[in-house]
């Protein structure tokens, strides 16, 4: 029986495909992730090689990075604005935690839940510990800032950590509702 590698490391890319490396010298494997950065995706080229062959990817192209590796290193899942801590939840999770959830009171913490899709059609449910409910100017922006970051980076469920290239989402849900801008389009989904 094969042994689990050191460090997984699974592209996403825009076109629905996957290519995965993996590495098993630690030095090299922590070399490897202190490349890791919200900025991976504006890079021109993102270069991986091993001892056979090099594969070279457009950053724009990938759509997200996946790292597996035990213990996670903390300042992977510090990489998001003001350290919002984001972890991936089953749709199951998400519809009933959707059914059951509070609206939000300013001041107060909440739970923030995210239905994203990407470009190459792969959907995911996300939840969000925010610390404070802010005002309504302060949600307004967060709507409108949604996809201004470069990335996001999430707690998958089985361990593992994605960060998401914010560029090649399509749609990005937020629940409860915070309060929508002037010319938001009031009309209801249908699932």
């Not at 590495?23 to 494997?29: V, Y």
Request: aromatic share 8%; hydrophobic share 40%; with cysteine.
């Amino acid at each position: 029986m094969a042994s689990k590698p050191l460090l997984e490391l699974r592209l996403h890319l825009t076109n629905g495909n996957t290519h995965t490396f993996t590495q098993d010298d630690p030095e090299q494997a922590h070399e490897l992730l202190h490349h890791v950065s919200l900025n991976v995706f504006t890079q021109p080229t993102v270069i991986v090689y091993g001892r056979e062959r090099v594969a070279a990817y457009p950053g724009n192209k990938i759509t997200g990075i996946t790292i597996r590796i035990d213990p996670i290193p903390d300042y992977l899942l510090q990489l998001n604005p003001n350290a919002t801590h984001i972890r991936e939840i089953t749709e199951a999770d998400y519809r009933a935690k959707l059914r059951d959830a509070p609206k939000c009171v300013q001041a107060q913490p909440f739970l923030m839940l995210n239905e994203v899709e990407m470009c190459c059609g792969h959907r995911f449910w996300l939840e969000v510990d925010i610390v404070t409910a802010v005002g309504s100017a302060q949600e307004r922006k967060i709507l409108y800032n949604a996809f201004s970051w470069p990335s996001a980076v999430c707690q998958n469920l089985d361990g593992s950590v994605t960060i998401w290239n914010r560029a090649q989402m399509v749609s990005c849900s937020f629940a409860p509702k915070p309060d929508v801008p002037m010319g938001a389009w009031p009309a209801e989904l249908v699932e």
